[in-house]
């Protein structure tokens, strides 16, 4: 398969897992949706490829609906890591590396820092065969209480060094604008979940107003996709008690009105559970 259909495979593999997490988390569904996921596809690399695509967001059901996380999802999870393992070393932060290798890097964190909270393991080492149906080997969860800091997840994804920075009004270079700042941290919204602690979730804390302006950006320039990640974040705060700049309620339903996909029904999902409205 040449690059471009691989990438493809793996985004049309990837919108199917939203979809099969949108409906675990508005209680549709069966269990083992991610696992399902990878049994049903004709093709099992791009299934676990998707896992690490859609990355934290499969455990959205978990955090956000009450579901327990299946055994047989807990393995498919691992072993998307163990076909398509993260660089041993984490990537440095911009400028002094690259970006997209340091945020898929975040993503990946987040994923292996829940996987090891629900299974139960410090370092979300997990096994990756299969039993006699064919379906990833299970493993008891029993650690479901806490956020995850630090180095949990360490063995399949080390927690990357930094955060997006934000500059102040005209004293940083054209990276460290609010534009390019909610950008950035729009692409780290799966990391926007309850049940994480990082160095990313400080900053957004820190600058809610470029937050807003971020989303309300997006949504002037029609970029649903982004305002709907970046409305994840401002959600998550709300969540959380703190103070903002604008309600982030009618800008999640507006979002919603306007439809858009798997990936953004699912952004758009996560944000009304965060902000505690029900599914219509």
């Not at 590396?97 to 299974?119: I, M, V």
């Not at 160095?199 to 302006?213: D, G, K, Q, S």
């Not at 002037?220 to 309600?247: I, N, Y």
Request: aromatic share 4%; hydrophobic share 50%.
């Amino acid at each position: 398969m040449s690059p471009d259909r691989s990438q493809a495979a793996y985004a049309a593999s990837a919108a199917d897992l939203a979809l099969r997490a949108l409906d675990a988390l508005q209680g549709a569904g069966g269990t083992a949706m991610v696992a399902d996921h990878v049994e049903r596809t004709d093709d099992p690399k791009a299934a676990l490829a998707a896992i690490r695509i859609v990355g934290a967001d499969v455990f959205a059901p978990c955090l956000l609906a009450g579901e327990g996380l299946h055994p047989a999802d807990a393995a498919a999870v691992a072993q998307s890591f163990a076909v398509f393992p993260p660089p041993v070393s984490t990537p440095a932060p911009p400028p002094a590396g690259a970006a997209e290798p340091w945020l898929a890097a975040w993503r990946d964190w987040g994923t292996a820092s829940l996987l090891a909270r629900f299974a139960g393991t410090e370092t979300g080492a997990m096994p990756v065969g299969t039993d006699a149906d064919g379906i990833p080997a299970a493993a008891e969860s029993t650690e479901r209480n806490g956020p995850v800091t630090a180095g949990v997840g360490g063995a399949l994804a080390p927690r990357p060094t930094g955060a997006p920075q934000l500059a102040e009004a005209g004293s940083g270079p054209a990276e460290t604008t609010w534009q390019t700042w909610s950008t950035r941290m729009g692409q780290l919204s799966p990391l926007a979940l309850p049940g994480l602690e990082s160095p990313v979730h400080a900053m957004a804390r820190a600058a809610p107003e470029a937050l807003a302006r971020g989303a309300t950006r997006a949504v002037l320039r029609r970029d649903f996709p982004t305002a709907a990640r970046v409305a994840r974040w401002l959600a998550l705060l709300a969540a959380e008690g703190e103070p903002l700049p604008l309600d982030p309620a009618p800008l999640v339903e507006h979002l919603r009105l306007h439809g858009g996909g798997p990936r953004l029904a699912l952004d758009v999902a996560i944000a009304r559970r965060l902000l505690t409205v029900e599914d219509a």
